[in-house]
Every structure is written in C-alpha cells, then in structure tokens.
C-alpha cells in the first residue's frame, strides 16, 4: 500500500483550495480521527484525550452516526469538533458526482458542521469545487501527517513513529476510530499524547 505520511508540496498545491496546515504561532497540534464513531474505539480515544485536557476533531461517517447516536453525542458534550466525512464512506474518484454530492448531503443532515474529508483523500476537482458553494459551504480538510494506522503492513511503533518524527506547529494528523485501525491507533495515541505534551505542544480543535 503507497501513501505519503507527509503531505509533499505538489499534492497541497494541485488541491490548494483544501487546508492541509493550519497556520500556528505556538505549538498547537490537530488530531483528527476519521471513520467513527465506534462504540467503543471512539469512546477510548475520549478517554485518552481528557487525560490531556486534549481537543480534537471527529470526520464522522454518517450512517455511523445513525447507528452509534450516544458516542456522536458525547464527542460533542466533551467540547471536541466533528465533521462530515460522506454518509457510506464513499471514494469521489469511483464515485459520480451527482450520487458523491447526495451523499455529502445525507450525512449533512445529522453532522452538524462545515467541516469536509473526502474518505481516502480521494474527491474530484469538480467536486471539491461544489462543496465551497452555497449547497453546502463546506472547508475540506485534508492533512499534514497520515500515521498509517490503517496499513496492517507497518508496525504499531512505526505508527507512532510517523506521527512524533514529522509534528510540527500546525500539523493535521489523521487516525482512525475504527477496527481495521485500532491496534496501531491505540498504542500510538497515547504515547503521542504523552511525548507530544512533555515537549510543550497543546492539542486543540480545527473550527
């Protein structure tokens, strides 16, 4: 499986109107967990982020929401952010964009933002271009570190390691609450969560 853990400058400039860093002046970082909510997954990665008084955002699939409405609801009661991540977890570039755009829509009507991810960071030009329209008004969020905690081919450490080797002020770092995910993620959260504050970086929401 091929990816980049660090977003190269030709990619952030082919989708420049996507936000791939979010400008710092202190050492702020992003967490985003894409795919969930999990009845359980998503309710430890909560739990690991209050030891840290550490916000963060959610990219929530939409039929997850319909089918797990009490952990949805404590990622909002808990001050975190969430946004739209497709209702079935759609791939734009297999995708027409008539049934893509539906599908943004249905999610839009239970996920309460104007936050977008494309699953797989996979969207058209075209498409992108109407999620900045009035139908929706979206911001797509992309990142600056993919800590791979998908890919059953890298180790937990290496996960970690992705993650704490590339942070910089401002960085968007994607995991995932989710199961295919979960044995990487949930070693390496909370050792980014420790390293990350012992070296004087804050964890807040993208808004």
């Known amino acids: ?75 909002i009661e808990e001050g975190h952010a969430v946004g739209n991540h497709t209702f079935s977890h759609l791939n734009g570039w297999k995708t027409s964009d008539s049934e893509y755009l539906d599908d943004i829509n249905k999610a839009a009507l239970i996920i309460d933002s104007k936050l977008f991810r494309p699953p797989y960071g996979r969207i058209t030009k075209f498409q992108l271009s109407q999620l900045s329209k009035n139908r929706f008004n979206f911001k797509t969020i992309m990142w600056s570190i993919l800590s791979g905690d998908f890919d059953n081919n890298i180790t937990k450490e290496q996960c970690c390691e992705s993650v704490l080797k590339n942070a910089t002020p401002g960085s968007i770092v994607v995991f995932h609450d989710s199961e295919k995910a979960n044995d990487r993620m949930s070693y390496a959260l909370p050792l980014v969560l420790q390293q990350l504050s012992e070296n004087g970086f804050q964890f807040n929401k993208i808004v």
Not at 7 to 16: A, G, R, S
Not at 36 to 64: M, R, S
């Open 1 to 75: 499986m091929f990816y980049f853990t660090k977003t190269p400058f030709w990619i952030k400039w082919v989708y420049k109107s996507c936000i791939w860093k979010i400008p710092s002046k202190d050492k702020s970082i992003y967490l985003t967990f894409d795919d969930g909510p999990h009845p359980v997954i998503t309710n430890f990665v909560l739990d690991e982020l209050k030891k840290y008084n550490a916000k963060a955002t959610f990219f929530c699939i939409g039929k997850n929401v319909v089918l797990y409405p009490a952990v949805y609801k404590r990622i």
